[in-house]
């Protein structure tokens, strides 16, 4: 059955070929991402990675009869969720995009999904959204992501605590989407192994001083502070409270702590401390970075997974013949999985070309992609630990 759907799809992307005036179409792929706000330090590598993906799609000729497809930047701000929907709005009604790289943060994301993306169907693959929460969401089949769900962030975060020997730790979060349901999901994986958390309190970005917010953690105790918060915003402020009041000179990093900026910020006051981000040592990688030719941080949290974003749209509209959401949608989870040749960063020519013939792809991409369930990644994750004041590999799960 799918080689025939292939074969059809195959059909229609030759009629679609012979547009009027036999131009090829432009297709425009929105990147909505957190140019400003607290992750601001990690998105324009993520927007690049997503990209070069394009770049090198629009280079081969070969998507749907000599397509060309375009960025069009917004701004998440990852924690307005009015500023996020009206960007995605404009993303769609006035640039008419075909597909939105992103979001980034899980707040905005799920309002993007709810209220933009589900009224005008249009497809989103997220590189970095990882709340639980987005796994049950109503999609209507038109979301993705390339990131896992922190439900399986608690499990690996736990993991390295307890390999460390660290059995009770204070816990602070972003109170948001994404800090409540990773620090929800943590706190039951650490203490169904046995761990303690001694104090789970949220904290509000935005403020000059934590102090109070530390007082509370450092009379909880623990053995370790665990700060699920962002690099460029309240996550900092707590563990700069911490450092100077002596409250805790240890922390644990989930991905949204996790870029360089940390060790620009901290150095060696933190000196090991753990943490863990999305990524994988499969071949890909290398791959991946023999592409980005140091033209950008490719190993910065989220860029990899933000390549695999646009790739795999751009992969699911050649296997549907048509750049309409409605279409491609039913392919992602084709080209993204088993069976079918192997395609990996720097190969995507191939990959539309196999398509093009009706032949299946698996795209392994630059993170071992796999999507399961409701189009989520299985998810692997590099451990980190702070070594001579660098973020350094420790290994990958």
């Known amino acids: ?163 460390e020997g660290i059995k009770s730790v204070a816990l602070t979060y972003t109170n948001n989407d994404y800090g409540k349901g990773l620090a929800d999901a943590f706190q039951a994986a650490y203490e169904a192994a046995g761990g303690e958390v001694t104090i789970s309190a949220a904290h509000e970005d935005g403020k000059a001083d934590y102090s109070a917010e530390v007082g509370a953690l450092a009379s909880a105790g623990g053995d370790r502070l665990v700060v699920a918060g962002y690099v460029d915003q309240g996550g900092s402020g707590i563990v700069r409270s911490a450092l100077d009041s002596g409250a805790f000179d240890t922390f644990h990093f989930p991905d949204g702590m996790i870029s360089a900026k940390l060790a620009e910020n901290f150095g060696d006051e933190i000196e090991g401390s753990t943490g863990q981000h999305p990524g994988t040592d499969s071949p890909g990688v290398a791959m991946f970075e023999a592409e980005v030719a140091g033209a950008f941080d490719s190993t910065s949290p989220f860029t990899p997974e933000s390549y695999d974003a646009a790739a795999l749209m751009m992969l699911a509209m050649q296997a549907a013949g048509s750049s309409d959401p409605s279409a491609y949608k039913n392919n992602v989870m084709d080209v993204a999985n088993a069976p079918g040749v192997k395609i990996f960063p720097g190969q995507l020519a191939a990959g539309l070309a196999l398509l093009e013939k009706g032949i299946d792809i698996d795209y392994v991409g630059a993170t071992a992609v796999e999507l399961i369930g409701p189009g989520e990644s299985a998810g692997n994750y590099r451990q980190i630990v702070i070594d001579g004041g660098e973020i350094t590999t420790a290994k990958y799960r």
């Open 1 to 163: 059955m799918k080689k025939m759907l292939m074969a059809t799809a195959a059909t229609a992307l030759m009629a679609g070929a012979a547009s009027a005036d036999g131009h090829a179409e432009t297709i425009k792929l929105g990147v909505i991402l957190g140019f400003t706000g607290p992750i601001e330090s990690l998105t324009p590598s993520m927007a690049d990675g997503a990209e070069l993906a394009m770049a090198e799609v629009t280079a081969s000729g070969l998507l749907m009869g000599g397509a060309k497809v375009e960025s069009v930047r917004a701004d998440s701000t990852c924690i307005d969720a009015g500023a996020a929907t009206a960007a995605a709005e404009r993303l769609i009604t006035a640039d008419g995009v075909k597909g939105i790289m992103g979001a980034d943060c899980s707040g905005v994301t799920g309002a993007i999904l709810a209220n933009v993306a589900l009224a005008n169907g249009v497809v989103m693959v997220s590189p970095s959204a990882t709340s639980p929460g987005l796994s049950t969401a109503e999609d209507n089949g038109l979301f993705f992501r390339t990131a896992p769900s922190d439900a399986r962030q608690g499990v690996v975060m736990t993991d390295v605590l307890m390999e």
